[in-house]
């Protein structure tokens, strides 16, 4: 069994998978500082709360986003369960070759999430992911990363309207009856859901437009990408294990040396 870690901007997801089958699944916030031992008291609880034994893993892949907790997250991991992670990034294989103006630049969760995608779907594909920021990351047919966009996730522009304004509230973020809100709460969601959607078929269409890929298959992950996914025909998949599924096609592309 291996351990895998997505460490994303708001949270840590975790999964772990004996041999393609996904066993357990589990979340830790990333944005509350912790030591070492905290991280490895934290992840064997979990996994023993899921009736997995530390010490029956192979070996532990993380990819993240927050350099600043890698320190303390891989200490944990080492002492903890005697496995060093690998670490997503340079000199890492992929399979995917990046061929942008800045290839460092491309976060580990991009990279992840296109070799899932194209490894189960093949390309042309275009990645989605829902998460603190929505992302659209194109790869060609030969496994290239050709391309990416960025843009606010939705809980940021949620929380944006309620901290950056004097009377909205926090909401909770999920579609109203109709577009055509009479409050305030449903106003909310409508800009925010029906927004999201509008962005997201416009994004699509202009990137099969400007690459002159017009088969695109186009697969969606992250947290909120299904209530996205369900709201429109421009989305072919949605995939919610789809980060933690290139984890572990990476893990046995580079599985030689990992203790």
């Not at 979990?46 to 200490?75: Q, T």
């Not at 995917?96 to 491309?106: H, K, S």
């Not at 829902?130 to 990351?137: I, M, P, V």
């Not at 960025?150 to 973020?173: D, F, H, V």
């Amino acid at each position: 069994m291996i351990l895998v870690v997505d460490v994303g901007n708001t949270n840590m997801t975790m999964g772990v998978y004996q041999g393609e089958k996904l066993k357990a699944t589990f979340r830790l916030t990333t944005r509350t500082p912790r030591t070492s031992d905290e991280y490895g008291i934290l992840i064997t609880q979990l996994l023993h709360n899921n009736g997995i034994d530390a010490g029956s893993l192979e070996g532990a892949i993380v990819a993240s986003v927050v350099p600043d907790v890698m320190h303390a997250l891989n200490g944990g991991l080492l002492r903890y369960t005697g496995i060093r992670p690998m670490n997503v990034g340079p000199g890492i294989k992929t399979g995917i070759r990046i061929v942008t103006e800045d290839p460092r630049a491309i976060g580990a969760d991009r990279i992840v999430d296109a070799v899932a995608a194209y490894e189960k779907y093949g390309g042309p594909v275009l990645v989605l992911d829902f998460g603190t920021a929505t992302t659209y990351d194109l790869i060609t047919e030969a496994g290239e990363f050709a391309a990416g966009i960025t843009a606010p996730g939705i809980r940021i522009s949620s929380e944006a309207l309620w901290t950056q304004t004097a009377k909205l509230p926090n909401i909770e973020i999920k579609k109203p009856k109709s577009i055509l809100a009479q409050e305030t709460i449903t106003s909310m969601q409508a800009g925010l859901v029906y927004g999201q959607i509008g962005q997201t078929e416009y994004i699509i269409r202009k990137v099969k437009e400007e690459s002159g890929i017009h088969d695109l298959k186009v697969v969606a992950t992250g947290g909120l990408g299904k209530l996205i996914a369900d709201e429109t025909d421009a989305i072919d998949v949605y995939d919610s294990s789809l980060t933690l599924e290139g984890l572990r096609i990476i893990y046995h592309k580079n599985v030689k040396g990992n203790r």
